[in-house]
């Protein structure tokens, strides 16, 4: 009688996988460092913009209560999470500045570099001095965000 037919055979042979993840694998070794950087430079923007709304509270505040406020750029160093943190220290002229303190934590991949460790706001809102953050993550060599108060 005659061959019958039979249909081929699917799957990978082992050169066929090995080519594949040899592929992958070479992908991916450029794509990780790029991911990694774009996570980094996410959590300085992030630290930025609550910097800046740091900035926009101390400035509400001053005004609204016709008083000065400090804003402590709070670094330990290696272990803590740094974070900037905003009081009132004529809080006896006005007992309803309780609740104005605030902190706010920046996220935990960034370091925070400043000229000053206190910066002070008027009762207009304003500085005396101009004063410079600087915002650089730790996990990348960067050069980091400046954000300039003035």
């Given amino acids: 009688m005659g061959r019958e037919a039979t249909a081929p055979e699917q799957g990978f042979t082992a050169i066929e996988f090995l080519i594949y993840t040899s592929i992958a694998a070479l992908l991916l070794s450029f794509a990780a460092p790029l991911v990694d950087r774009a996570i980094n430079q996410s959590q300085v923007d992030q630290a930025m913009e609550i910097a800046e709304e740091s900035i926009k509270q101390a ?86 965000q400046h954000l300039r108060i003035d």
């Fill in 59 to 144: 400035r509400r505040t001053a005004r609204i209560y016709n008083t000065e406020v400090l804003m402590h750029i709070v670094s330990d160093g290696e272990e803590s999470q740094d974070s900037i943190k905003l009081s009132v220290p004529n809080m006896q002229r006005h007992s309803s500045l309780n609740e104005v303190s605030e902190e706010f934590a920046l996220p935990a991949g960034v370091d925070i570099l400043s000229t000053d460790d206190v910066i002070q706001f008027d009762p207009s809102g304003e500085v005396d001095w101009p004063a410079m953050i600087v915002f650089t993550s730790t996990q990348a060599g960067d050069g980091g």
